[in-house]
């Protein structure tokens, strides 16, 4: 994908699309998923806005003509480069300062969202759901494989939030500090993960793996230098 000729001005950029959800109480992990979703607690989060979707190659490549960071590795693969289809092999470190450059040009406070928003965003306010949709993954949701990278954004069904490929296309990075043994100290309002470690949550499935098996609760977590073609991120807005 070309960007040489993108300007990165505050009224020219693409920006990623956000929705409003509403914070409040839900139960965060599972009982019945692996040893470092348990146990099964209450959590509470704020509002926010979160990415419609993940960010995708079109809206990160204002951030790379900008001069912010280098081009991930498979930025000219062509099984990578669609424009709609979500950024891969992009470092945590990169996530946090695209969500920075977003402060700096179009004002208010960006940012990963913490794994504890996110899955209260990826659950659409369905308790206990199997997927983001409730029971099942919707039909014709994630193509048919097999597959050579992820597919362009926006092409399935919307959650209970209005979120759409949320735990499908790629993992997506959050801000918290990995600890397997992180639901036994945390806290309830707000939730953060530990103040260090060697890993990054991410959460979700992605075009590499059987997303049928990724329930909304399930864990992940990859060094945050790493670079990877199934890790992409989506970010939040803060609400005032």
Partial sequence: MAVATLSAGRHSIIAPSTLFVPGGRFVMGSEDGRPDERPAHEAQVRPLRMGRTPVTNMEYAWFLAAGRAPEPPWWKDPCFWDPGQPVVGVTWFEA?????????????????PTEAEWEHVARGGLE?????????????????????????????????????????AVHEWCYDWFAPDAYRTTRRYDPRGPEKGDKRVSRGGSWRRHVREVPPSTRGALAPQTRAADYGFRVVREVP
């Fill in 96 to 112: 946090m300062a695209y969500a920075y450059w977003l402060c700096e040009t179009l004002g208010g406070h960006w940012r990963l």
């Fill in 128 to 168: 206990g759901a199997a997927t983001p949709w409730g029971r099942e993954v919707p039909r014709g949701e994630v193509p048919e494989p097999p597959l050579s990278g992820p597919w362009p954004v926006g092409r399935g069904t919307t959650n209970g939030y209005g979120l759409l490929d949320i735990g499908t």
